[in-house]
């Protein structure tokens, strides 16, 4: 007890780094013993580490498929960490808080902050039960829709199971599945390729997870206040224009691609096209063999899995509103602006700079980690890019070379997970020194830009 006050004291972007590596470490201590396994053995630290850091971290990547490997108690583990990851783990602190009606302090209402991604304090504690109410009940009634429809495919409580494991995992964009356990490892939603009910309700609670419980929140709210806030406008118009985009974009690129959407009749082609655009959105599950892909159409899912999901959200990458705010600013820069205005509102300077800092620093760390996995793997460039942006968005989407890794390679994507669950901002200012107020200013400097 006395352990925990003395973190809670710590700045709050270093409390969620302790926070998120203290629930994977104990995770992989869980998963590598013999119970957590279906030939009950035990399972290598390396690979138990990867599975925990993918659960928590809501990414999607295995070394070990799901659902063959994992006995149904490591699947349990898997779950809740998938839960703990998604919501956070102060969010579930704060549920246990609530419900031993004890109060939650200063200190705990700015940790939360920098959780939720807020600006303010202000209501703070009403959005987390908000946040709780949504989650569950969203994830309930998707667990429903799943174990009605895979009822027909196997017994009653293996559909219930099913149903839950997979609203849970698709909801919190984790995109982990149990299907590997019919005989086929790593195959993820492939045999619903034309499924319309698995397809939509999946998608379904991956946009709701990627939106952000901000958004939802303030969806719910629009027939009584009958307005939106900005920062839900931003995110409701890039998440709708990046999903279209992708939509067409896999459409025209895979639509007489034989291995992909080629043999598919019209409907399944449309189908499959919003699935694997939407699944960008940090989710990890995929309907058709993206290593089948055409190379033009998996690089444009490497763009589509660095901007991510949304701030607020169980979706990782540099966010929906970092990509609009930095792609409005060049656009306001090109035609001679002085402002950046959004829906008729101007853009305070350090959201702009902020939103320059986010995407430098994870565009260098992304390239970083390429050129590195680049000389410890033997595999092609674009899959190695693949991987990497995979799992810095937490999207969990793969070539098929997460297997295949090395030691070494298992632990960048480690390190990337775990940076792209927190934030590269908030890891930095974890990591580095407490700031301090400059006590003087430089002169001005002028330099030739372009």
Same mark, same amino acid.
């Given at each position: 007890?006395?352990?925990?006050?003395?973190?809670?004291?710590?700045?709050?972007?270093?409390?969620?780094?302790?926070?998120?590596?203290?629930?994977?470490?104990?995770?992989?201590?869980?998963?590598?013993?013999?119970?957590?396994?279906?030939?009950?053995?035990?399972?290598?630290?390396?690979?138990? $580490?990867?599975?925990?850091?993918?659960?928590?971290?809501?990414?999607?990547?295995?070394?070990?498929?799901?659902?063959?490997?994992?006995?149904?108690?490591?699947?349990?583990?898997?779950? $809740?960490?998938?839960?703990?990851?998604?919501?956070?783990?102060?969010?579930?602190?704060?549920?246990?808080?609530?419900? *031993?009606? &004890?109060?939650?302090?200063?200190?705990?209402?700015?940790?939360?902050?920098?959780?939720?991604?807020?600006?303010?304090?202000?209501?703070?504690?009403?959005?987390?039960?908000?946040?709780?109410?949504?989650?569950?009940?969203?994830?309930?009634?998707?667990?429903?829709?799943?174990?009605?429809?895979?009822?027909? %495919?196997?017994?009653?409580?293996?559909?219930?199971?099913?149903?839950?494991?997979?609203?849970?995992?698709?909801?919190?964009?984790?995109?982990? %599945?149990?299907?590997?356990?019919?005989?086929?490892?790593?195959?993820? *939603?492939?045999?619903?390729? %034309?499924?319309?009910?698995?397809?939509?309700?999946?998608?379904?609670?991956?946009?709701?997870?990627?939106?952000?419980?901000?958004?939802?929140?303030?969806?719910?709210?629009?027939?009584? =206040?009958?307005? *939106?806030?900005?920062?839900?406008?931003?995110?409701?118009?890039?998440?709708?224009? *990046?999903?279209?985009?992708?939509?067409?974009?896999?459409?025209?690129?895979?639509?007489?691609?034989?291995?992909?959407?080629?043999?598919?009749?019209?409907?399944?082609?449309?189908?499959?096209?919003?699935?694997?655009?939407?699944?960008?959105?940090?989710?990890?599950?995929?309907?058709?063999?993206?290593?089948?892909?055409?190379?033009?159409?998996?690089?444009?899912?490497?763009?589509?899995?660095?901007?991510?999901?949304?701030?607020?959200?169980?979706?990782?990458?540099?966010? =929906?509103?970092?990509?609009?705010?930095?792609?409005?600013?060049?656009?306001?820069?090109?035609?001679?602006?002085?402002?950046?205005?959004?829906?008729?509102?101007? $853009?305070?300077?350090?959201?702009?700079?902020?939103?320059?800092?986010?995407?430098?620093?994870? $565009?260098?760390?992304?390239?970083?980690?390429?050129?590195?996995?680049?000389?410890?793997?033997?595999?092609?460039?674009?899959?190695?890019?693949?991987?990497?942006?995979?799992?810095?968005?937490?999207?969990?989407?793969?070539?098929?070379?997460?297997?295949?890794?090395?030691?070494?390679?298992?632990?960048?994507?480690?390190?990337?997970?775990?940076?792209?669950?927190?934030?590269?901002?908030?890891?930095?200012?974890?990591?580095?020194?407490? &700031?301090?107020? %400059?006590?003087?200013?430089?002169?001005?400097?002028?330099?030739?830009?372009?």
């Amino acid at each position: 007890m006395l352990v925990f006050k003395r973190i809670l004291k710590w700045s709050p972007p270093r409390v969620l780094a302790a926070g998120f590596a203290g629930i994977i470490l104990c995770g992989s201590f869980l998963l590598t013993l013999p119970f957590a396994s279906s030939n009950n053995t035990f399972t290598p630290f390396i690979d138990a $580490l990867f599975t925990a850091t993918t659960s928590t971290c809501v990414t999607g990547l295995v070394t070990v498929d799901t659902g063959s490997h994992w006995s149904v108690a490591g699947q349990v583990i898997i779950l $809740l960490l998938i839960q703990l990851g998604g919501l956070g783990f102060m969010t579930m602190a704060t549920l246990f808080a609530m419900v *031993l009606r &004890k109060r939650i302090s200063f200190r705990e209402r700015l940790i939360l902050q920098e959780a939720m991604n807020q600006n303010s304090m202000e209501g703070i504690v009403r959005l987390i039960r908000k946040v709780i109410a949504y989650a569950l009940t969203i994830e309930l009634a998707g667990a429903i829709l799943f174990a009605i429809r895979w009822s027909f %495919d196997m017994p009653i409580g293996k559909a219930v199971y099913f149903g839950l494991f997979h609203a849970v995992s698709f909801f919190n964009n984790a995109g982990i %599945d149990l299907f590997g356990q019919f005989g086929v490892p790593f195959v993820s *939603l492939t045999s619903y390729a %034309d499924d319309p009910i698995v397809n939509i309700v999946t998608m379904l609670l991956i946009i709701m997870g990627g939106i952000g419980f901000v958004v939802i929140a303030d969806v719910m709210g629009y027939r009584n =206040t009958r307005r *939106l806030s900005l920062h839900s406008k931003v995110v409701l118009t890039t998440t709708g224009a *990046l999903v279209i985009a992708g939509t067409l974009v896999m459409f025209i690129f895979e639509f007489s691609n034989n291995k992909t959407l080629g043999s598919m009749h019209w409907g399944g082609k449309i189908l499959a096209s919003f699935f694997q655009s939407v699944t960008t959105r940090t989710a990890g599950a995929n309907t058709v063999d993206l290593a089948s892909l055409r190379q033009a159409t998996q690089f444009f899912m490497v763009i589509l899995m660095f901007i991510g999901a949304s701030p607020g959200s169980t979706g990782g990458g540099i966010k =929906t509103t970092t990509f609009t705010v930095l792609a409005v600013a060049v656009l306001a820069m090109i035609r001679g602006k002085e402002d950046t205005v959004l829906f008729r509102f101007r $853009l305070a300077q350090e959201r702009i700079i902020k939103a320059l800092t986010i995407t430098m620093l994870s $565009l260098t760390l992304v390239i970083i980690i390429t050129m590195v996995l680049a000389t410890t793997e033997d595999q092609a460039f674009l899959k190695i890019l693949f991987e990497t942006t995979s799992a810095f968005g937490t999207v969990g989407l793969t070539l098929g070379i997460t297997p295949e890794l090395s030691t070494i390679g298992k632990v960048l994507i480690i390190f990337m997970m775990f940076t792209g669950r927190l934030g590269p901002l908030t890891l930095a200012y974890a990591l580095g020194p407490r &700031k301090e107020k %400059d006590l003087f200013r430089y002169p001005e400097g002028k330099i030739t830009i372009g």
